[in-house]
């Protein structure tokens, strides 16, 4: 992200980030970090927790300082349960402490707050403590709703203590939301939301991909395959790409059946028993027999909780014309991976059905064409029949697998379609410009305000 529209904006010439969680696996607080200091011309403190590593762009910017703070130990099993109840109200406060050591103490006075909302506890009620303290302007972007979050964590039942916690959240989620200096969020669905029953004024900043999301070029792809092949794929196989689902709002068994499905549907159309030998199919794929239908390979990315049971699951169902390949990807290989594939598939549906998957922003900025499950805002993204479809079950998912990739490569003229439309999408939607738009304005203005 270059500096060329650097505009500075503040009296203090700093803003803070802040994250209550891991800052590599939050791009957009990621990519605000950037703006702020490409396009504002702002020193930029970014506080949150350690893990994943950020992308490059961001470690070597030199106005863009990154203070790790220490995360919460886990719970460990031995723990007698009776002080269970303790370590829950102990792990909060210990993090408004240390957090509030960290914007108070430990970083310059900044201009401007803008802190990621979810988490929401204690994360609001410390921003908005040092906000006050250092005279600075508040500022959230909500991604999600905290509440709805930890509703699907703990489960929807109807539990005393689930309805306590997630009833008490969510008033501490609006009163702080409401106290901010201003709002971003990430679809319109959800600014009417907040609008209408948060009583919060947010203007929506739709994730964009940044510049180095892009498709790849032929070298990048070969590169790609030759780094790959010998460890984690076969390039005779057709790329498909997913990421293991990080919070519950992801149903991965959905991707399985869909995939078992067009493995014994192909078999059926092609006349393959189940006792054909695999190597047979492979000698006729290297000697230049052309399928109706490809293999696929789907490859997932991330670190999901849920990682090694849907491994053991994959390993049972003994599939021949569909491969699995899991991995863990740098922030400067992930791109490079999307735009060497040849279909995303999204399994996010939302827990609160008010947010939309950057994920998805990632591939179509690497002009890859998404199959996505369908719920209430998903269309703010994903244009139907121009650069994605959309399924709400694993047939319909194996239908549009069986539509896309019918002869592949050179006949799928749908998913051909698609990829038209989604580059056509990618050239005019960038995180910059909807930055310099509709952020830049509502920061000059509440950071001006703050100090008049």
């Known amino acids: 992200m270059s500096d060329k529209n650097e505009t500075k904006i503040g009296r203090r010439g ?14 957009r607080m990621q990519y605000h970090a950037l703006s702020l200091a490409c396009q504002a011309g702002l020193e930029v403190d970014i506080v949150a927790y350690g893990g994943s590593e950020p992308h490059a762009a961001l470690l070597q910017h030199q106005s863009i300082h990154l203070h790790r703070m220490t ?11 009776i002080l269970r109840p303790f370590m829950l109200v102990l792990k909060p406060l210990v993090q408004f402490l240390v957090l509030l050591y960290y914007l108070c103490f430990k970083i310059p006075a900044p201009d401007v707050f803008l802190v990621q909302n979810p988490p929401s506890v204690p994360t609001l009620v410390a ?17 999600n709703f905290g509440y709805t979050l930890l509703s699907l964590t703990l489960g929807r039942g109807s539990s005393f203590v689930t309805i306590y916690r997630c009833q008490n959240i969510s008033r501490i989620e609006k009163h702080y939301g409401r106290m901010a200096s201003g709002a971003f969020c990430v679809t319109k669905a959800m600014q009417h939301e907040l609008d209408q029953n948060w009583g919060i004024k947010a203007t929506v900043l739709y994730d964009q991909p940044p510049e180095f999301f892009r498709p790849a070029s032929i070298e ?33 068994s959905i991707l399985l059946e869909a995939a078992l499905m067009y493995d014994r549907r192909v078999a059926g159309l092609l006349n393959e028993d189940d006792v054909s030998d695999e190597e047979i199919l492979w000698n006729e794929i290297c000697n230049g027999k052309q399928f109706l239908y490809p293999r696929l390979l789907f490859i997932i990315t991330g670190k999901g909780p849920e990682k090694d049971k849907y491994e053991q699951k994959i390993r049972k169902l003994k599939l021949k014309r569909v491969a699995f390949r899991t991995m863990w990807l740098t922030a400067e290989d992930y791109p490079l991976l999307l735009g060497s594939a040849d279909l995303g598939v999204c399994l996010h549906t939302s827990s609160s059905g008010l947010d939309l998957p950057m994920k998805v922003v990632d591939m179509f900025g690497c002009g890859l064409p998404v199959c996505a499950v369908s719920y209430s805002c998903i269309e703010e993204l994903v244009e139907i029949n121009r650069t994605g479809l959309l399924f709400s079950s694993s047939s319909e998912l194996a239908d549009q697998l069986m539509m896309l990739f019918k002869g592949f490569p050179h006949e799928c003229d749908a998913l051909s379609s698609l990829r038209e439309g989604v580059l056509a999408k990618a050239s005019s939607a960038k995180w910059v410009t909807g930055w310099d738009e509709n952020a830049k304005p509502l920061l000059s203005e509440v950071i001006s305000q703050n100090f008049s």
Do not use: M
């Open 127 to 143: 921003v908005k403590w040092a906000s006050c303290l250092r005279h600075s302007a508040f500022v959230v972007d909500w991604h």
């Open 220 to 252: 990048e792809k070969h590169e790609d395959q030759r780094k790959s092949q010998s460890t984690l794929w076969n390039s005779r196989l057709h790329k498909l790409w997913n990421e293991w689902n990080r919070t519950p709002d992801e149903d991965f």
């Open 71 to 81: 995360q919460w130990p886990s719970v460990p099993q031995s723990l007698p349960k």
């Open 14 to 27: 700093r803003a803070a980030v802040v994250v209550l969680g891991d800052i590599g696996r939050s791009p």
